[in-house]
């Protein structure tokens, strides 16, 4: 597991004072994915149009260009605005494959200080049941401190 404290320590250093949503997309992407050899790919889907998420910045293969809020893993933190933390990808309804490697994966809401649905985070790996409630709970307050900021 990440050192999660000096993982948000970097990141609000490198973040700080900056307010587009792309470059600190950017950066907060790179610093997740490189501190932990779980994380396969990492990167975000962008709220772009109504019930729709289309590929942001990211770290890894390929991923998908849209994903609807109907469809997969990342659809359905968008939908419900909740955390999802999927220990096995193949018994998701409607997982999306984007990569075949995946076997589980980790996608968080991402909100803007006003409170809108602006993304979902996503990280997946290619080791079954890779994440657990801490990595949501230390993901989430980096998201909420990047992003939602005033």
């Given at each position: 597991m990440?050192?999660y404290t000096?993982?948000?320590k970097?990141?609000?250093?490198?973040?700080?004072?900056?307010?587009?949503?792309?470059?600190?997309m950017?950066t907060?992407?790179?610093?997740?994915?490189?501190?932990?050899?779980?994380?396969d790919?990492?990167?975000?889907y962008?709220?772009t149009?109504?019930?729709?998420l289309?590929?942001?910045?990211?770290q890894?293969g390929?991923?998908?260009?849209?994903?609807?809020?109907?469809?997969?893993?990342?659809?359905?933190?968008?939908?419900?605005g909740?955390?999802?933390?999927?220990?096995?990808?193949?018994?998701?309804?409607?997982?999306?494959a984007c990569?075949?490697?995946t076997?589980s994966e980790?996608?968080?809401?991402?909100?803007?200080?006003?409170?809108?649905?602006?993304a979902?985070?996503?990280?997946?790996?290619d080791?079954?049941?890779?994440?657990?409630?801490?990595?949501?709970?230390?993901?989430?307050a980096?998201l909420g401190?990047?992003?939602?900021r005033?």
């Open positions: 990440p050192d000096t993982l948000a970097t990141i609000q250093s490198l973040t700080e004072g900056e307010d587009d949503p792309v470059s600190l950017a907060v992407t790179c610093e997740v994915h490189h501190s932990d050899d779980r994380f790919w990492t990167g975000f962008r709220v149009g109504p019930e729709l289309k590929i942001g910045p990211y890894g390929h991923g998908c260009l849209q994903i609807p809020f109907s469809r997969g893993v990342c659809g359905a933190a968008a939908r419900t909740e955390v999802q933390l999927v220990a096995d990808v193949d018994v998701f309804p409607g997982h999306i990569a075949s490697s076997r980790l996608v968080l809401p991402v909100r803007n200080a006003a409170g809108d649905l602006i979902v985070f996503d990280i997946d790996s080791q079954p049941d890779a994440f657990s409630q801490g990595d949501a709970d230390a993901l989430s980096i401190d990047v992003f939602a005033p």
